[in-house]
């Protein structure tokens, strides 16, 4: 399963990005805004510092100035995915853009209905917003589970990005269905590794070790490794 940070703050991907554990970055217009930074700034910062893909989503809703907007942000570099919204404009602009070899993010999918006709406009990656589900007491797991059993049935190539990931049993339920993509929040990643058991079960080593008096850089016993 690949990580990738659901941010723009340059800062926490940057400290993110140095654990190795960084697979790519989504951005959308409201994370752009949080920044306070240019969006054309902010999006090659990201793309120069992250190997993976840097999603960098479009503002028109036109297909003509969606298809610009989209070209003028794949040019950044070569990692750059063009994020554009699931509607028929965005998925006309998909269509023109991945044919051209230019990676896209449909986003804001509620529907595998939605999912299906992104994956048919040749998406790189498909975006549902299980959070958002979630928040109007909808099952937003179950739609993952959906369109990672439709998209087997027919073999796309389109990676379902699970995305509006608000804690880590989204994660780990996202894993089990097999989905490709979990995006992220900083906090929501860093979160994975806490464990009250595993704070416990350290002291204990420690206490017991600094009763030795030993110190494995210090101990002159061996030759140097
Ligand atoms: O960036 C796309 C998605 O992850 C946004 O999620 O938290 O705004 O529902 P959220």
């Known amino acids: 399963m690949k990580f990738f940070v659901d941010s723009a703050d340059t800062a926490a991907i940057r400290e993110l990005n ?67 919204p699931l509607t028929m404009d965005g998925l006309k602009t998909c269509k023109v853009l991945t044919d051209a070899g230019t990676m896209v993010n449909v986003t804001l999918c509620f529907s595998a209905n939605q999912a299906l006709l992104a994956a048919k406009a040749g998406a790189t990656f498909i975006s549902p917003f299980v959070g958002r589900l979630d928040d109007i007491g909808q099952d937003g797991m179950e739609l993952i589970a959906d369109i990672v059993s439709i998209y087997d049935n027919y073999d796309f190539g389109t990676e379902v990005l699970v995305a509006s990931i608000r804690h880590p049993m989204h ?44 110190s494995i850089l210090d101990d002159t016993d061996m030759a140097e490794a």
Do not use: C, Y
Request: net charge negative; hydrophobic share 45%.
């Open 18 to 84: 140095e654990t190795g554990l960084v697979d790519g970055v989504t951005t959308n217009p409201s994370l752009i805004a949080k920044s306070g930074g240019n969006i054309l700034k902010v999006v090659a910062e990201i793309a120069e510092m992250v190997e993976g893909p840097v999603s960098a989503e479009v503002t028109a809703t036109d297909h003509a100035t969606m298809l610009a907007e989209g070209r003028k942000l794949a040019k950044i570099a070569p990692n750059i995915a063009v994020k554009v």
């Open 171 to 214: 994660l780990l339920d996202a894993a089990k269905l097999g989905a490709d993509v979990a995006t992220l929040p900083p906090n929501v990643l860093t979160s994975l590794a806490n464990h009250p058991l595993t704070d416990k079960g350290l002291k204990a080593f420690l206490d017991d070790w600094a009763k030795t008096g030993q």
